[in-house]
C-alpha cells in the first residue's frame, strides 16, 4: 500500500511510520512540526521508501499519484499544547479532519482517524466501552481538545455515510515510550524527567486517579491491526491494566533510583478522576490486547530520555 500519514514527525506518528515501513508499505509522512520533530525521523533518512512533507493539513491537502491509505494523526495530543494551541487544536481536528476525508474519497483510500479517550471526558462510566457518549465540558480548557475529536468523529462518520467511504475510528488512551518530549506535560514523561534530574515529581490531587498507560508498541501493533481489519464502529486501543498516578510516580523513582520526593499540587480543571479502556472490541475483532507490562515499558523508555536529557 501507499500510505498517507498526516502527524507523521509526531511521538505516535513516527512508530506508526516504522510499523507501517516494515509492513511494506511506501508511506509519505505530512507534518507541520507544531508539535512534532523531525528527529523522530532523522533513521529514515535514506529509507528509499519514505518521505516526509512539510505542511499544515488544516489549510489544504493534496496528493499526486495512487494513494490506498489516509492516516489522520496531526493534533497537538498533550495538556501543555492544547492548552496552549487552542485553535490550531480545534482547526486540525475540524479543517484538517475534513481536508484528509476529501482527500481519501478522491482517491478511494481507506480512511484512519485517530481520535482518543478524551471523548469520554471525564467518565462516569468504568471502565469505558466505545457505546459510552461521554461526559465533557465543551467549553472548559480540555474541551478545545476533547471537542476537536468528538467533531472529527462526527465528521468520519458522515463520509462513511454519505459517501460511502471505508473508515476506522482507533479511541487511543495514554501511551508512552520513547520519543516522548520531555516537556509535554503527560505523566510518565514528566515523572521520568523531573526523577532523572533530581526535581520533585509533580502529582496533581492526591495521585489517587486512575490511568491505564499503553507501550507504544503494543498501540501501534494494534493500530495497524484495526486499520487491517477493523469496521466503521470506534474502537477503543489502549491497556486495561489500571494504576494510580502516585503509584507509577513510585514506580519511576524505583526504576530511576531517583531521591526525588513527591510535591502534591492542585488537580487541573476536568482532569478526569478515571481512565480505562474496556478493549472487548479489539480482542474480539482484531485479536489484539497489550503484551508489555507497565514497568517493562518504563525500563525500555528511561533509556532514552537518559539520553535525550545527557544524564
Not at 514527525?9 to 520533530?37: I, K, P
Not at 487491517?228 to 491494566?241: L, T
Request: glycine share 10%; hydrophobic share 35%; aromatic share 8%.
Amino acid at each position: 500500500m501507499t500510505v498517507l500519514v498526516t502527524g507523521a514527525a509526531g511521538f505516535l506518528g513516527s512508530h506508526l511510520v516504522d510499523r507501517l515501513l516494515r509492513g511494506g508499505n511506501d508511506v509519505v509522512g505530512m507534518d507541520n512540526l507544531l508539535t512534532g520533530s523531525s528527529r523522530n525521523l532523522q533513521h529514515l533518512d535514506r529509507q528509499r521508501t519514505f518521505r516526509l512533507v512539510h505542511h499544515n493539513v488544516s489549510t489544504y491537502v493534496t496528493f499526486h499519484g495512487e494513494l490506498e491509505g489516509v492516516l489522520h494523526f496531526a493534533s497537538p495530543a498533550s495538556p501543555i499544547d492544547y492548552l496552549e494551541l487552542p485553535i490550531q487544536t480545534l482547526k486540525v481536528g475540524a479543517l484538517g479532519t475534513h481536508n484528509t476525508l476529501g482527500l481519501a474519497l478522491a482517491k478511494g483510500a481507506r480512511f484512519m482517524l485517530a481520535s482518543t479517550s478524551e471523548v469520554y471526558g471525564d467518565p462516569l462510566e468504568h471502565p469505558q466501552r466505545e457505546s459510552y457518549w461521554g461526559n465533557v465540558n465543551p467549553i472548559g480548557p480540555r474541551g478545545v481538545y476533547d471537542e476537536a475529536k468528538r467533531f472529527a468523529e462526527a465528521m468520519t462518520m458522515a463520509y462513511h455515510r454519505a459517501h460511502g467511504l471505508d473508515t476506522r475510528i482507533v479511541r487511543i488512551f495514554n501511551t508512552y515510550g520513547p520519543r516522548m518530549r520531555p516537556r509535554d506535560g503527560r505523566a510518565i514523561s514528566n515523572f521520568i524527567v523531573q526523577a532523572l534530574q533530581g526535581a520533585p515529581l509533580t502529582i496533581y490531587g492526591d495521585g489517587s486517579q486512575t490511568r491505564s498507560f499503553c507501550y507504544v508498541d503494543d498501540l501501534v501493533e494494534g493500530i495497524v491491526r484495526a486499520l487491517a481489519h477493523g469496521s466503521a464502529e470506534p474502537m477503543n486501543i489502549g491497556n486495561p491494566g489500571e494504576s494510580t498516578v502516585l503509584e507509577v510516580a513510585e514506580l519511576v523513582l524505583k526504576l530511576t533510583g531517583s531521591r526525588s520526593r513527591l510535591e502534591f499540587r492542585p488537580l487541573p480543571t476536568d482532569d478526569p478522576r478515571q481512565r480505562c479502556p474496556d478493549i472487548t472490541r479489539a480482542r474480539t475483532t482484531l485479536g489484539w490486547e497489550p503484551a508489555i507490562p507497565l514497568e517493562e515499558g518504563l525500563r525500555r523508555t528511561i533509556p532514552y530520555f537518559r539520553e535525550v536529557l545527557g544524564v
